[in-house]
């Protein structure tokens, strides 16, 4: 899969100066290693996990990994189980990371297809035999676009 500029916010605090040694912080890298460990590498690297005491929200990058989740939900419970950071209820939500922003006028221009002839006679002619205006106005456009 091609890399992104998507940067894990655990990465982020590892390199900020003093937060390394505070409790919170080591007992959130234990869960998202115990996290790792449990789902395994490929769906750890597209869900972020949430902990807290009732529940873990695992929040998918897509409805796919939000499904694999879903489906191995007991077996990643009982890997957590094993490990100093247990739970007993997993609450899976899909929150697509968003597209990074193009600038304008960085994609394609737009081009417009032209039909072949055939294709644009067989167009008017059908407009021509239509009840509703509407969709024979339509067609008829269509039919202009001919090469």
């Known amino acids: 899969m091609a890399q992104d500029a998507f940067t894990r916010l655990d990465q982020l605090i590892d390199r900020l100066p003093g937060l390394r040694d505070e409790p919170r912080h080591q007992n959130a890298r234990a869960e998202q290693q115990a996290w790792r460990a449990a789902a395994g590498d490929e769906i750890a690297d597209h869900t972020v996990v949430q902990p807290n005491e009732q529940y873990w929200l695992i929040i998918a990058d897509s ?85």
């Open 63 to 147: 409805p796919v990994w939000g499904h694999a989740v879903t489906h191995r939900q007991q077996e990643i419970i009982a890997a957590l189980a094993r490990t100093s950071c247990p739970t007993t209820t997993l609450k899976v939500k899909v929150r697509p990371r968003p597209a990074p922003m193009k600038p304008p006028g960085a994609g394609p221009k737009h081009q417009t297809r032209s039909l072949d002839p055939q294709s644009a006679s067989l167009l008017s002619d059908t407009a021509d035999g239509l009840k509703s205006g509407d969709l024979a106005q339509a067609l008829k456009r269509l039919s202009r676009h001919r090469s």
